[in-house]
């Protein structure tokens, strides 16, 4: 018995079937905005984030960072995400700051306060860099 395939709302032999030709994809062009976008991001992809509320605290207490300080502190979240921690306490030079370590985010950031509120929940790890 021959085999028949449906053709055109037509039914016909499967040995008269025409070959359907094959769907070449044309290559695609990566357009100068994605690749920049992609540069970018691979460039941060380094770096340490800070959110919108450790931006604020950092401005009400007058907290700035150094290039020579951002750059332990990048190097100790790399440490830190070695070993598997979440949620790292890291105390820099009398700054305290609570880092998401997944996301290389600063949560929040505290200075210069009284010991009475210097109290941390939801941290895995604490680390003190060396200044």
Excluded: W, Y
């Excluded at 053709?7 to 062009?29: G, T």
């Excluded at 340490?48 to 931006?55: D, E, G, L, P, Q």
């Excluded at 020579?68 to 921690?85: H, I, N, R, Y």
Aim: neutral net charge; aromatic residues 4%.
């Amino acid at each position: 018995m021959t085999e028949m395939r449906i053709v055109a709302a037509a039914l016909r032999p499967l040995e008269f079937a025409p070959e359907q030709p094959a769907a070449v994809a044309a290559p695609r062009q990566e357009t100068t905005a994605f690749t920049e976008v992609l540069r970018e991001q691979l460039r941060k992809a380094g770096s340490v984030n800070f959110s919108r509320h450790a931006m604020e605290r950092m401005q009400e207490r007058g907290m700035a960072l150094s290039e020579a300080q951002l750059q332990k502190l990048e190097a100790t979240v790399d440490k830190v995400a070695a070993k598997g921690s979440r949620e790292s306490l890291m105390v820099l030079d009398g700054m305290a700051m609570v880092v998401n370590i997944p996301n290389r985010t600063v949560v929040t950031c505290v200075g210069a306060v009284p010991a009475a509120e210097r109290i941390f929940t939801n941290i895995d790890s604490a680390v003190v860099i060396d200044g």
